[in-house]
Nanobody, 121 residues
Framework: QVQLVESGGGLVQAGASLRLSCAAS????????MGWFRQAPGKEREFVAS????????YYADSVKGRFTISRDNAKNTVYLQMNSLKPEDTAVYYC??????????????WGQGTQVTVSS
């Protein structure tokens, strides 16, 4: 069983940066792919980024490539999402996900509760 707790969301202006954190509990964290997804109002949840168990491979949605960076610290059981040059269209609830049973974009077995990111223009 894996429990995920996201933090770091907030309200920022366009062009600003935020760093999201996802603290994971459970013995299997270090062996699995971890990902970030987001869901904007009225839209389906979409893949944002993911990272392999050792951080050697990262994957990004085209919409965030070059602006967002995913990383992990297995010693701290934590995954991060550094978000730079934020745009109003990045506004969404961001979810951390653990243990993909498919490929880099899922499906994932475990999900956090989400953290709100709001970008004003």
């Amino acid at each position: 069983q894996v429990q995920l707790v996201e933090s770091g969301g907030g309200l920022v202006q366009a062009g600003a940066s935020l760093r999201l954190s996802c603290a994971a509990s459970g013995p299997s964290f270090r062996r699995h792919l971890m990902g970030w997804f987001r869901q904007a109002p009225g839209k389906e949840r979409e893949f944002v980024a993911s990272i392999s168990w050792n951080g050697g491979n990262t994957y990004y949605a085209d919409s965030v490539k070059g602006r967002f960076t995913i990383s992990r610290d297995n010693a701290k059981n934590t995954v991060y999402l550094q978000m730079n040059s934020l745009k109003p269209e990045d506004t969404a609830v961001y979810y951390c996900a653990a243990e993909s049973r498919g490929t880099y974009d899922g499906p994932y077995n475990y999900w956090g509760q989400g953290t709100q990111v709001t970008v004003s223009s």
